[in-house]
């Protein structure tokens, strides 16, 4: 199998969708002729022209009320949200209109679209390119929540999204877009939404995590396996729905848990998760359920130092494990 | 015909802008069906017997069924705003239909209970679901529009709102790009001149909304909201335009609520009873009625007959809504998802 790109497999799969479907366009800022800001969509625009790959205003929350007309009207549009940060404008279109479309009308009207957006730190973009935005959405029944971490998760995945009959908010975290590399199937193949993935295999301790952090959690995971600790990592894929049962049967096993996002702490997607756990696998527990996240300071700052005293990382990951298996 | 309908003493004016003399008689029988429906609903609330609110049309009525007859029924994408109840009876929605949400019923087509009165979400009349946040709506008729320009189908998109939903970005995001993609939409603005209580003054620095058109490259229309066949006539040719693929128009009603904003408003606090009795003297239906008594079509015989008729049909609707069964409770829980 070839290995390619995060942001690679994104493009194939908007790529093949498009050439399988005529309902599925793309609309967004500098999507067309510049192929996107990180180039995701490159090449789309001279493939299938400007009436399927659409440069649009400055707008999100244009950007997001077209895609809703138009998938009210039977396309089926893949939004772009230039950087998640940017989403913000868009949060009444998103939450007041496509996540109640169908609740609404009582499945009268759906609203059956993607919307792509960049999210995550660490590649000095400040505290107006580097936020996780995805808590304020795993809030709102009517959405899907999609973050993938590897190349073949991304690509079956988008397609799953663009297939989706209901809205979905697909997250790519710009710094996994050339970092992570991995194999990618030839042809057509779907990763079904809702369907979290154990990425490795352990017995001591449950790892959640997603996006991002999934590398970082590996590595750690990798790291404490040479003291004798044995890390099961299951990473989310989907944060809505959860895949409770993946969870739940991994903590049944091992009987401590870490829950790890890039996200800040508080009200955070590890709150839901935490809860979960503690709701239905109380006895389970040897340790008492622990999170490592971001510090409840609004965002990822620009100075190196801040950021890396901020961010997550496979070393915080490494000692947050380490604690655990000593409790 | 009587005697005294046959003195012709007013210009044919419906004739000339393609309205047959049953096409007009059509108008005035969604204005007054309306008006019997917004009364009745208001009572129904004073006396206690809705829950809610209502929120009427009354004064809007001639903006309302004049701008929505020029659009085809069947075909074309409407996207009303809440005080659209002209609106969604002229694109088809029945009585019936249109008093179910205000009992919350399992058979209300436009959310099956969930919603409040005034969101006339239809599939079958092609009336898309509305939520409550103003102006929203904007966009997606502009969606729709791409959509349709898109697949190549000669439909065209229809969307209103109140002069307060212009003070949106969506309002601005939603003609901007409906400006540049040359789509197959038309924008009808309802001035009533207050946003509740806030006066168009203290909304924006310009006199007409319409003006804003040439922001967005399209034309903008003015039109006396309470003329019926002049709100027809500009918004005829906006969807012929927008039908031939030439383009958006911005259509503004100047129009007035003849009663507060909802049931739950007081307008004594911001509107002058002067005021409101002025504009009751330019009552669309008074205009109406006077104009087609003028060319001869209408009298006072046939005035009452369509009084009663549409008193008894609001009351057949009531009475039917009355007994209509509940949704279940437990449906409260779906659908949020397709599976």
Known sequence: MPEITLIEAIRQAMDEEMARDDRVFILGEDVGRRGGVFLATQGL???????????????????????????LYGLRPVAEIQFADFMHPAFDQIVNEAAKMRYRSNGAWACPLVIRAPCGGGVGGGLYHSQCVESFYTHVPGLKVVMPATPYDAKGLLKAAIRDPDPVLFFEHKRAYRLIKGEVPEGDYVVPIGVADIKRQGTDITLVTYGMMLH??????????????????????????????????????????????????????????????????????????????????????????????YLPNTQKIANALRELAAY | MTETMTAIHVHARHREVGLSDADILEMYRLMVLCRTFDEHMWHLHRAGQIQGLHMSAMGHEAAQVGSTYAFQRGVDYFNPYYRGVATALTVGTTVRELMLPYYGRAEDPSGGGRQIMGHYGNRRLNIVAQSSSVGTQIPHAVGIAFAAK??????????????????????????????????????????????????????????????RAACYGMPGVVVDGQDVIEVYRVTKEAVDRARRGDGPTLIECKTYRLVPHSTSDDDRFYRSREEVAAWRERDPLRLTRAYLEGVGLWDEAREAQLRDACLREVKEAQAYCEQAPDPRPEDVLRPVYAD
């Open chain 1, 45 to 71: 625009y001279e493939k299938y022209g400007e009436m399927r790959v659409v440069d649009t205003p400055l707008a999100e929350v244009g950007i997001v009320g077209i895609a809703i007309g138009a998938a």
């Open chain 1, 216 to 309: 970082f959690g590996l590595q750690a995971a990798e790291e404490i396996a040479k003291e004798g600790i044995s890390v099961e990592v299951v990473d989310m894929r989907t944060l809505l729905p959860i895949d409770k049962k993946t969870v739940l049967d991994s903590v049944r096993k091992t009987g401590k848990v870490l829950i790890v996002h890039e996200d800040t702490r508080t009200c955070g997607y590890g709150a839901e998760i935490g809860t979960l756990i503690a709701e239905e696998a109380f006895e389970y527990l040897d340790a008492p359920v622990r999170r490592l996240t971001s510090p409840d300071a609004p965002a990822v700052a620009f100075n190196a130092g801040m950021r890396d005293y």
């Open chain 2, 150 to 211: 898109y697949r190549g189908d000669p439909i065209v998109s229809h969307v209103s709102f109140g002069e307060g939903a212009t003070s949106k970005g969506d309002f601005h995001e939603g003609l901007n790009f409906a400006g540049i993609h040359k789509l197959p939409v038309v924008f009808i603005c309802e001035n009533n001149r207050y946003a509740i209580s806030v006066p168009v003054s203290r909304q924006m620095p310009i006199e007409n909304v319409a003006d």
